[in-house]
């Protein structure tokens, strides 16, 4: 193993899947991982956008567009199916989509008690609700589930050569863990709460295998 820092942290030649990669901060991260020299799958609902992105943003040619439903356990099985004939293993899993809904009105200091409740009570619907933990949380939790036989075959090619070990990264939030006035989504802070304590939990699970979880 070398410690030369281009090396230490060089991701030339690695495969990377990230959820969510065709815009903001998954596009980021993704454009960042392939200009530097890995193969990076972004994944997302939109075909149409995935591929502007990636003809705008690739630099070798190896950003590739994936349409997945995240949410769909189906689609996630094929999206794994095909990654694993064109690569075999992946090194990088970035768990990055998400969604927020349930945005309340604000709460003023001369709000009554029905005033209040009414805010509640209407800051989205129960689908709405539900909807922001299938993305934020089920949809991670089985992402994660469908490519950890992805993942491990990357540890194996990693471990003859003293590669740094597969990473698994769920893109969290501060919004998980803060309780003041700046919280405009209960569902979504509450969303990243659960799935930031999920990885933890995982971390704990898939030690023996030598994942790194954060």
């Known amino acids: 193993m070398s ?7 060089s991701v030339e030649g690695k495969v990377a899947v990230i959820t969510g990669g065709g815009t903001g901060l998954g596009l980021m991260m993704a454009t960042a991982l392939e200009n530097n020299g890995a193969t990076v799958y972004i994944l997302g609902r939109r075909l149409e956008l995935l591929e502007k992105a990636a003809k705008e943003n690739a630099k070798h040619g190896e950003l590739i567009p994936l349409q997945c439903d995240v949410t769909s356990r189906e689609n ?3 999206v794994v199916e095909t990654i694993k004939k064109q690569q075999g293993s992946i090194n990088i899993l970035v768990n990055n989509s998400g969604v927020m809904y349930n945005l309340a009105q604000p709460p003023a200091p001369t709000d009554d008690i029905k005033t209040l409740q009414e805010k509640l ?9 539900s909807r922001t933990f299938d993305v934020n949380v089920t949809a991670v939790y089985y992402t994660i589930v469908a490519f950890l036989e992805l993942l491990n075959a990357g ?31 209960l569902s979504y802070s509450a969303s990243k709460a659960a799935v930031m304590h999920m990885g933890n939990v995982l971390a704990n699970i898939l030690k023996d295998w030598k994942f790194a979880v954060t």
């Open 3 to 9: 410690f030369q820092i281009n090396s230490l942290f």
């Open 76 to 78: 996630l099985l094929s």
């Open 121 to 129: 009570w209407n800051a989205g619907t129960p689908e709405e609700l």
């Open 155 to 185: 540890n194996k090619r990693a471990s003859s050569t003293g590669e740094q070990t597969s990473q698994i990264i769920t893109i969290g939030s501060i919004a998980g863990f803060r309780r003041d006035h700046l919280v405009s989504s």
